[in-house]
Nanobody, 124 residues
């Protein structure tokens, strides 16, 4: 069982930045994938970014490339999502998710563990 706790959401103006954190605990294993998803009201959940814990490989959705950066602190089993140049379309509930591999990381239904989510609101 893996537990995930997100933090760092909030309300900002367009162009500003936020950093989200996701702390993982429990039986994570030593080689796993921590990913960020988001879901806006009335829309499907979509993959934002992912990171392989052992090798540090990173993956991004096209919509956030160049603006968002995923990173990790392995000693803390924590992954971060630095979000710069935020736009109103980035407004959503952001979720952290865990699974043991990163292949096809963007498929939300393949993740067995999820955090409770943190809200990000970007106003114009």
């Amino acid at each position: 069982q893996v537990q995930l706790v997100e933090s760092g959401g909030g309300s900002v103006q367009a162009g500003e930045s936020l950093r989200l954190s996701c702390a993982a605990s429990g039986n994570t294993g030593s080689n796993y994938c921590l990913s960020w998803f988001r879901q806006a009201l009335g829309k499907e959940r979509e993959g934002v970014a992912a990171m392989n814990s052992r090798y540090g490989y990173t993956y991004y959705a096209d919509s956030v490339k160049g603006r968002f950066t995923i990173s990790q602190d392995r000693a803390k089993n924590t992954v971060y999502l630095q979000m710069d140049s935020l736009e109103p379309k980035d407004s959503a509930m952001y979720y952290c998710a865990w699974r043991s591999y990163c292949e096809s990381w963007y498929i939300s239904t393949t993740y067995p563990s999820w955090g409770q989510g943190t809200q990000v609101t970007v106003s114009s």
